[in-house]
């Protein structure tokens, strides 16, 4: 960081954003800012860096609020897909002779 950027914070309740999903958006962004994440009583605290000395720290924050949605959206699409995807899984895996349906489960 150079010393003429001053880095943006933005937070997020954590009553409605899983850490995951922060995690995952900060990643997301990497490429223009890192993030720090912090954690609080009631939210996440992350502090954005830009990368480059130019940038728009408010749209930083509109990029990471996005990002945060976007993948608030895949935690959850993930999360109710689930069970279906294991079906899915089994009964391809039930076809190839590679499951022995008379071994005992673990």
Known sequence: MTADVE???????RATVELDAVQRAAY???ATMTVDIRVSANE???TLFPRDAGADLHDLQHQMRSEVID??????IGQQT???RNLIFALAFSQTG????GAPES
């Not at 993948?71 to 959850?76: E, H, K, P, S, Y």
């Open 28 to 30: 997301a962004v990497a």
């Open 71 to 76: 993948q608030t959206l895949r935690v959850r």
């Open 98 to 101: 590679l499951a022995d349906p």
């Open 7 to 13: 880095p943006a914070t933005i937070t997020f309740d």
């Open 82 to 84: 689930e069970p279906l």
């Open 44 to 46: 996440y605290v992350c």
